[in-house]
T-cell receptor
Framework: GAVVSQHPSRVICKSGTSVKIECRSL??????MFWYRQFPKKSLMLMAT?????????EQGVEKDKFLINHASLTLSTLTVTSAHPEDSSFYIC???????????FGPGTRLTVL | AQSVSQHNHHVILSEAASLELGCNYS??????LFWYVQYPGQHLQLLLK??????LVKGIKGFEAEFIKSKFSFNLRKPSVQWSDTAEYFC???????????FGAGTQVVVTP
């Protein structure tokens, strides 16, 4: 149980375009989803927390207009990187958490490369 | 600001050796503590967690960790490692009700046959 999927697993796009990444909880209802960014040989950095049906809460230094997060249902959250630039190239990981369960389940990540 | 420190960035050891990875956090209030593992090419998996109670926590795959409140530490141990324990290990802490995880920098562990 507690499986989280991400799609796509890998995406290459041109600078200036937008990319949408999906995060799904496959066998549980995720009231909260988290989006992380992982740089090579570095730890995970929390970008934002999203609760189903409400606006995401962004961490300091994360541009909310650039990284659009939508959590429209209890099983799906999306991260859209708008007007992507090469410095946005990274590994993006989502996690999902059920209500009253203090444990996050992680997706496999999405490798974004912006040319 | 809160922080999580992992002392070793890279550890190489032989099979059957004992492993101990250090983790310290800086936060004076109540914390929940986690160790995650990321095997090559795979997603993060929970090894073990501590919320309250017995400070010696046993997790999966023979791992255990000890919470020492006075030292703000949550070190991970395994008495005898296997080649399959080669992975990156992350210590993480939550300090709020939202469950926002703050991760350490990670320790790359390589177990040689």
């Amino acid at each position: 149980g507690a499986v989280v999927s991400q799609h796509p697993s890998r995406v290459i796009c041109k600078s200036g375009t937008s990319v949408k990444i999906e995060c799904r909880s496959l066998d549980f209802q995720a009231t909260t989803m988290f989006w992380y960014r992982q740089f090579p040989k570095k730890s995970l950095m929390l970008m934002a927390t999203s609760n189903e049906g409400s606006k995401a809460t962004y961490e300091q230094g994360v541009e909310k207009d650039k990284f659009l997060i939508n959590h429209a249902s209890l099983t799906l959250s999306t991260l859209t990187v708008t007007s992507a630039h090469p410095e946005d190239s990274s590994f993006y990981i989502c996690s999902a958490q059920e209500a009253d369960v203090n444990e996050q389940f992680f997706g496999p990540g999405t490798r974004l490369t912006v040319l | 600001a809160q922080s999580v420190s992992q002392h070793n960035h890279h550890v190489i050891l032989s099979e059957a050796a004992s492993l101990e990875l250090g983790c310290n956090y800086s936060y004076g209030g109540t914390v929940n503590l986690f160790w995650y593992v990321q095997y090559p090419g795979q997603h993060l998996q929970l090894l073990l967690k501590y919320f309250s109670g017995d400070p010696l926590v046993k997790g999966i795959k023979g791992f255990e960790a000890e919470f020492i409140k006075s030292k703000f530490s949550f070190n991970l141990r395994k008495p005898s490692v296997q080649w399959s324990d080669t992975a990156e290990y992350f210590c993480a802490v939550t300090t709020d009700s939202w469950g926002k995880l703050q991760f350490g920098a990670g320790t790359q562990v390589v177990v040689t046959p």
